[in-house]
């Protein structure tokens, strides 16, 4: 009964080193793959071709492409509001 005992300590013991192991080595993985979804933006600030402007209703839909890579941010607001 005593040999149990041991066994499953040395299997706990085994199992925390694994454990301890994989939560020190992952973060620095998965660090270096988080810039991989970082816009890579580039200091050229022009369309590709001009914006189109479209009404649905009551809505309205603003088209455009861009020459370069950069955050473009999207802001719905109701019409008339400031």
Do not use: W
Request: glycine share 2%.
């Amino acid at each position: 009964m005593a040999s149990t005992a041991l066994a499953h300590s040395k299997t706990a013991a085994a199992a925390l080193t694994v454990l301890a192991a994989c939560l020190l080595i992952a973060p620095p993985l998965i660090a270096s793959d988080l810039d991989e979804f970082k816009v890579k933006r580039q200091q050229v600030f022009e369309f590709a071709q001009k914006p189109t402007v479209r009404r649905h209703g009551d809505s309205v839909s603003v088209q455009f492409a861009t020459k370069a890579l950069y955050d473009v941010r999207n802001v719905r607001t109701p019409f008339g509001a400031n």
